[in-house]
């Protein structure tokens, strides 16, 4: 009670008090100081004072414990927030850039083009013309896609192989690209969910889009591979090429957003992206995708000349 009631210091002197008390009435009990009949209540009575205040002391270090305990789950929720924001921000990043970015720098190659050709071959020009147009609404579609947060419209209604059927004969359109073939390999995987096909789609979209921008090539192959364990979507073009490891660089520096944007979803997905390529030689860039639930098998080695 009084170690429960008192200040340390007044719970000190009460405790002094007692313990005199106590002696002074045990020693005239006994007749005179019996060590054994004193000795042993007083051992008691401080052994007592000694587990409450042990208790006292692993109570203070347990609620510092809560405490602590509690301030580290506030910034852990804080830092969880803050990390869904930037990936939700990547994402973000990662859809206008395969989508609203790429279809605006189709469509300006293309008036581009038009704008050349309106004298001399007007019925060229207005093609042209049209596919921009197409290829605007398109990219309306998408955006609106976008903001609702649902898959790609091609790759939800006309499948993975329809979409990129479809993506190829636009690439085909665009000034630059030269020839732009597409084939399958395999049967179809049941395992193939939409987001897969989606990340598939969009690192399609982004590769072709850099081969417009930056290859000069006269022809580019796009092949889906359907194996047992994975999908593969391999692109090559016969452009003039590049350095790999300058990509980084250019990311750096503003450029180049595609290959890392793609390497990242496929990432995501399981999935991994390789390049092969070099200054003169073309660039075959493949992307692997793993179906869920299949061990996975051997590598096939990547090489932009075997692709010829």
């Known amino acids: 009670m009084v170690l429960d009631a008192l200040g340390r210091r007044t719970a000190a002197l009460a405790l002094t008090a007692v313990t005199a008390l106590l002696v002074g009435q045990l020693t005239r009990t006994a007749g005179g100081f019996d060590p054994e009949m004193v000795l042993i209540p007083l051992a008691a009575v401080w052994g007592t004072v000694a587990l409450y205040r042990t208790q006292q002391r692993n109570v203070a270090e347990r609620q510092r414990l809560v405490e602590e305990l509690r301030g580290t789950r506030d910034v852990l929720a804080d830092e969880r927030h803050r990390s869904g924001t930037l990936e939700e921000r990547a994402r973000i990043a990662r859809d206008l850039h395969d989508t609203l970015a790429q279809e605006l720098s189709g469509s300006l190659m293309l008036l581009q083009a038009a704008e050349r050709d309106w004298e001399e071959r007007p019925d060229v020009a207005r093609t042209r013309v049209r596919a921009v147009a197409d290829g605007l609404d398109a990219g309306l579609t998408e955006t609106r896609r976008i903001i609702q947060d649902l898959a790609p419209p091609t790759v939800a209604e006309a499948g993975l ?20 073939g597409f084939r399958t390999v395999g049967t179809p995987a049941l395992g193939l969910d939409e987001q897969t096909a989606t990340t598939l789609f969009r690192v399609a979209q982004s590769t072709l889009a850099n081969v417009r921008e930056h290859a000069r090539a006269t022809s580019v192959s796009v092949t889906l591979r359907h194996l047992t364990d994975r999908i593969v979507l391999d692109v090559y073009d016969d452009g003039v090429g590049f350095d790999p490891a300058r990509v980084g660089g250019a990311v750096r520096r503003g450029r180049g957003f595609g290959l890392p944007s793609a390497r990242a979803r496929l990432c995501r997905d399981g999935g991994a992206l390789e390049i092969d390529s070099a200054p003169g030689r073309g660039t075959r860039i493949r992307a692997t995708v793993p179906i869920r639930g299949v061990r996975p098998g051997p590598e096939v080695p990547l090489s932009a000349a075997a692709a010829r």
Request: charged content about 20%; proline content about 0%; hydrophobic content about 35%.
């Open 161 to 180: 192989e329809g979409s990129l059927r479809l993506l190829c004969g636009r690439a085909q359109q665009m000034c630059g690209a030269g020839r732009v």
